[in-house]
Nanobody, 122 residues
């Protein structure tokens, strides 16, 4: 599975931003896709995940209520819509794929994209 994250950039607090994760590979649709983020100087944390087949989302506590994850089969892409961004949302955002069962565990994800930087300014 190959993953390509994009869509990051510099935005003002309160703005919205949509990240994209393009997936490829012969069996990528068998792998749930997760989004994680790593703020400067902090550990990587779970944001959200989705299963291709069921389209069922799962959200972590870090951005719950301000983020929506969705997948587009036709474009082989998973999106992360982020709203009402805060200064503390500044981080490198990564998408990842796994074949495990725990969607919120970093250790369950063997495949990672390169990350896209989101910077929220005041």
């Amino acid at each position: 599975v190959q993953l390509q994250a994009s869509g990051g950039g510099l935005v003002q607090a309160g703005a919205s931003l949509r990240l994209s994760c393009a997936a490829s590979g012969p069996t990528f649709s068998e792998y749930p896709i997760g989004w994680f983020r790593q703020p400067p100087g902090k550990e990587r944390e779970f944001v959200a995940a989705i299963r291709w087949a069921s389209n069922s989302p799962f959200y972590g506590d870090s951005m719950k209520g301000r983020v929506t994850i969705a997948r587009d089969f036709a474009k082989n892409t998973v999106y992360l819509q982020m709203n009402r961004l805060k200064l503390e949302d500044t981080a490198v955002y990564y998408c990842a794929a796994q074949r495990g069962t725990r969607l919120d565990l970093i250790s369950e994800y063997p495949y990672w994209g390169q990350g896209t930087l989101v910077t929220v300014s005041s």
